[in-house]
């Protein structure tokens, strides 16, 4: 009987691990960044949380964060292939909207699965700036999409800090 419990045990293990993608594979980033220029940078092979809970994101990707919650505050996260668990699964979607070149746009939307308004601090490195900055949040309503845009070309979001708030 202890085998067998073993071996189930290994089992879920080793496929509840496999859903999950720790790095992002290399890409080539392509971006309009005005009227008369691109931008474009060889991403590396990198990890999606550059420290815990701090998450990277760049413009095209669309990504699932699955969380583990204790008490009011979000434990742990980590980037799934597939959705297991949609009651605590945050789904990112990070794009650029162009019309044309004059009128190009940054869209960042957060899908909040849980009960709960959730909110998080995000820092953007700008094509223009070359530095990073931070930039303001509103907060999701529970079980709602929340949708942030900005005028300026965004390479790459660090998003952090997140909880839950009143």
Same mark, same amino acid.
């Given at each position: 009987?202890?085998?067998?419990?073993?071996?189930?045990?290994?089992?879920?293990?080793?496929?509840?691990?496999?859903?999950?993608?720790?790095? =992002?594979?290399?890409?080539?980033?392509?971006?309009?960044?005005?009227?008369?220029?691109?931008?474009?940078?060889?991403?590396?092979?990198?990890?999606?949380?550059?420290?815990?809970? &701090?998450?990277?994101?760049?413009?095209?990707?669309?990504?699932?964060?699955?969380?583990?919650?204790?008490?009011?505050?979000?434990?742990?996260?980590?980037?799934?292939?597939?959705?297991?668990?949609?009651?605590?699964?945050?789904?990112?979607?990070?794009?650029?909207?162009?019309?044309?070149?004059?009128?190009?746009?940054?869209?960042?939307? &957060?899908?909040?699965?849980?009960?709960?308004?959730?909110?998080?601090?995000?820092?953007?490195?700008?094509?223009?700036?070359?530095?990073?900055?931070?930039?303001?949040?509103?907060?999701?309503?529970?079980?709602?999409?929340?949708?942030?845009?900005?005028?300026?070309?965004?390479?790459?979001?660090?998003?952090?800090?997140? =909880?839950?708030?009143?």
């Amino acid at each position: 009987m202890k085998k067998i419990t073993f071996a189930l045990l290994l089992l879920s293990v080793i496929c509840y691990s496999q859903n999950q993608k720790i790095d =992002r594979e290399p890409f080539k980033l392509e971006l309009v960044a005005n009227a008369e220029n691109n931008y474009s940078a060889n991403i590396s092979k990198s990890p999606y949380f550059v420290k815990e809970k &701090v998450l990277q994101i760049y413009p095209g990707e669309e990504l699932n964060i699955e969380t583990e919650t204790k008490g009011d505050s979000i434990f742990s996260m980590r980037v799934v292939d597939k959705v297991t668990f949609p009651e605590k699964t945050i789904k990112l979607k990070f794009l650029q909207n162009v019309t044309d070149r004059n009128n190009t746009q940054m869209m960042l939307s &957060v899908v909040n699965p849980f009960d709960r308004k959730l909110i998080y601090d995000a820092m953007i490195y700008t094509v223009d700036g070359q530095q990073w900055s931070p930039t303001s949040i509103i907060p999701i309503q529970p079980k709602l999409v929340g949708y942030e845009t900005w005028p300026d070309v965004i390479v790459t979001m660090a998003l952090e800090k997140w =909880r839950f708030t009143k």
